[in-house]
């Protein structure tokens, strides 16, 4: 009895294996391929349609601002109709993360020179110091050319009711911090049309903004956070080949 009932198991985990095995292979290949896909899909750098920042259903658009530039003349958001532009909230005396996001947005330019349809316009959170004259200098140490880059002062509360209600970009006074002002570093992407952009993340929602703060020729920072400045350069052709 105890033969018969050996063959009797051997037979059955022959025909386990047989039909068995090639189904779980299979099943653990095509798993495999559908995660790749799947992450291929969702990775920031391979999604190919942006998404648009909605606020309440709808998607959002840059508010009314009218502040002065570095040459003092008066620019408004309508001044950037039919562009693609990058925002940014920073001040010329920040002893941390500006130098960085400005180095990284002279890339953006000096990479984007022949698309005259692109701009960028940096709010100052510190208009009580940073004049336009100010702002001339600043913009001439970091060898800004781009005609549609725009350092903008203006109104305090304004500007800054246009970096936290406008944007959601935070700035705030801290005169607990190195230079007495924080920000996060953001840089927002707007379209054509006047409306905050983005790609998506690798699961599918909006990352809002950009990190405006790794060196994009380091690629990581010291706390393994990636650079975006590449992607943003990708989004930006995205939306500027819209016009060609």
């Known amino acids: ?61 840059v508010p009314e601002f009218a502040f002065l530039n570095q040459d003092s003349i008066l620019m408004t958001n309508h001044d950037y109709s039919g562009k693609v532009y990058v925002a940014e909230f920073f001040f010329t005396s920040c002893p941390t993360i500006c130098p960085k996001m400005s180095k990284n947005l002279v890339y953006l330019q000096n990479k984007l020179k022949d698309y005259p349809e692109f701009g960028v316009a940096s709010f100052t959170i510190n208009p009580k110091f940073d004049t336009p004259t100010r702002l001339k200098k600043y913009a001439e140490h970091y060898k800004v050319t781009d005609p549609d880059w725009h350092f903008l002062t203006g109104d305090r509360e304004d500007i800054y009711e246009l970096a936290n209600a406008g944007f959601n970009i935070y700035a705030a006074e801290n005169p607990d ?68």
């Open 1 to 61: 009895m105890k033969k018969y009932s050996y063959v009797g198991i051997s037979f059955i985990i022959l025909i386990f294996g047989i039909i068995f095995i090639p189904r779980i292979v299979k099943r653990i290949k095509s798993t495999t391929v559908i995660q790749n896909d799947r992450m291929s899909a969702n990775n920031p750098i391979a999604n190919e349609k942006l998404a648009y920042i909605k606020k309440n259903g709808e998607p959002k658009k």
């Open 177 to 244: 911090i190195p230079g007495g002002f924080e920000h996060n570093g953001y840089f927002a992407l707007i379209d054509q049309d006047g409306y905050i952009r983005s790609r998506y993340d690798v699961s599918g929602n909006p990352i809002i903004y950009y990190r405006g703060t790794i060196d994009v020729e380091k690629k990581v920072d010291k706390n393994g956070e990636e650079e975006q400045i590449s992607i943003l350069l990708e989004d930006i052709k995205k939306l500027l080949k819209k016009d060609e």
